[in-house]
């Protein structure tokens, strides 16, 4: 839901953005016929001017007179009080003559001049696959709500199109309005829509005022149960003797737990210090740099310390967050609900409708841990090769100062590996499909440190090269083979992306040192990858059909397999 909301956000950011470049309306409906992706999931889009007559609209290119100014979604953005998005109650299109929930932006000139309303008329039945994405039994729900109490969609296997019961209030608490953002919980309760008692559990969608809850028909889920009642009774007595071995199992499960969390802590804190000390490291090489006419090699190595700190921050951030939303809590809820029934525990496993989920919750939770834990060894891995890349990278930039290069025995296609996992939260972020066509390349010796930092910024640049790009799914190609050559052969890597590509005449300028096109950009890093090619005897190169064409750039090294070298 949050996927979707964003992607509208970004659409009518879009038509903003034409409204202030033509100062008010444009042909709305050309420029849907021009980027069809864009419509996807409405009934229409329109502008409205800031008088609340309707100037433009996707269903046409004429647009009749229609008087909007009595819709809440024009009148909230009037005094200009309300910020970002406003997302109204399920309403009858009058342009479209359809259920649609009304998503809008205000929009202005720079100066606060009120140019008008941007709206994005949302189908609640394009919101239908989220529903058949998971099956809720045949009385299963599926509920998108309001802050405001109002039903937005509400999902179910009879009536799949999610107008069923759209507009109508939700009653009980807690009340959609009463639950803070990212706010999550259970209650039960008889549906004020079709009278079914059901099991809901509710999350509230994080930045917009909208809340997702699911419901489970009572009857449906508990049905099993009642039929296997008979049959747990005569497992009371061995269900007892193995509750009596489990407790003091998961005593000793939650002590261990708590000093794998108390180390994990210890780890957490040890990294953000490193972090700091690179922080001042780095501080420290600029100030050194500039007292010595150096600043270049400063400035090299800041960007690609840079670019593996966002690493560290992102595996460092998925450790806090494992920490935080840990399942030992619920250990220690099942252990307290089983000293609560200490005296009656074969009933209480057999006969109570909690104890009898409370097995299969156990083994559940026991996975759920393990693999919990196996996440958190894994990033803690990931952190700690992302430190030792940022002390290859500091020893390398010593060899400008006459330090001799380390060669090492590598397979290119693990340091390619390594230079994805370097940029696994931005490709993650931009949704790219990263594509691999490897050749067999033997063991070879290269410097490892300086091919990575090239192959990372390679991977940084294509990704970030996919940001505005929104008519096309995002790819990487990365190509590796033995090229041919005069003097020998090569080592070839290749760093493809269908983004925004490069214009002709910056592909002569793109490695000189400064030059770059992206704002808030400093034009450090191809040049740095540049020099280090040269340095190892290689070459750097860029090709581009042009704007919206993508780019493709081409490392070449010298090949020096092991063998040849003993």
Known sequence: MTLALHRIDGVLNLIAERMRRESGGFDLHGWVAENPGVHEGAAQMSIIGPDGMMRSTSLGAQVAPMDLSDREHFRIHLDGRHKGLFISKPVIGRASGQWSIQISRRV??????????????????????????????????????????????????????GIDGLATSVAGSPRPSEIPENGKGFYQRVSVVDGV?????????????????????LD????????????????????????????????????????????????????????????????????????????????????NVGNVLNSVNVSAGLVNSTMRDSKAQGLAKAVQLMNEHAADLGDFLTRDAKGTLLLGYLNKLVAALAAEQQSIVEELGSLTKSVDHIKDIVATQQSYAGAASVVEAVYIGDLLEDALRMNAGALTQHEVTVV?????????????????????????????????????????????????????????IGVEDNGEGIAREHLARLFVHGFTTREHDHGFGLHSCALAAKEMGGTLTAQSHGPGQGAAFTLELPLKPVGDLQ
């Open 436 to 492: 691999k066509d490897f050749a067999d390349v033997p063991l070879v010796s290269l410097d490892k440190p300086r091919v990575l930092q090239i192959l990372g910024n390679l991977i940084g640049n294509a990704t970030q090269a996919m940001d505005g790009v929104l008519d096309r799914s995002h790819h990487i190609t990365l190509r590796m083979d033995v090229a041919d050559h005069a003097d020998g052969p090569r080592l070839r």
């Open 220 to 303: 449906e889920g508990l049905h099993g149960a009642h039929t296997q009642a008979r049959v747990l009774v005569a497992l009371a007595t061995l269900a007892t003797l193995l509750v009596g071995t489990l407790v003091p199992y998961l005593v000793r499960e939650i002590a261990q737990r708590t000093k794998r969390e108390s180390e994990l802590r210890q780890s957490k804190e040890a990294a953000d210090l490193v972090t700091r000390k690179l922080h001042e490291a780095q501080s420290a090489l600029v100030t050194t740099a500039r007292q010595a006419g150096m600043a270049e090699i400063a400035n090299n190595v800041l960007h």
């Open 108 to 161: 202005e000139t720079d100066d606060g001049r009120f140019l008008g309303v941007a709206v994005f008329s949302l189908l609640p039945s394009s919101l239908t696959n989220l529903h058949h994405s998971v099956d809720f039994g045949a009385r299963g729900v599926l509920a998108l709500t309001g802050t405001d109490n109002i039903i937005r969609g509400r999902f179910t296997r009879a009536k799949p199109d």
């Open 197 to 217: 008692p059901r099991l809901y559990a509710y999350n509230r969608v994080a930045q917009y005022p909208l809340v997702v809850t699911v419901g489970l028909d």
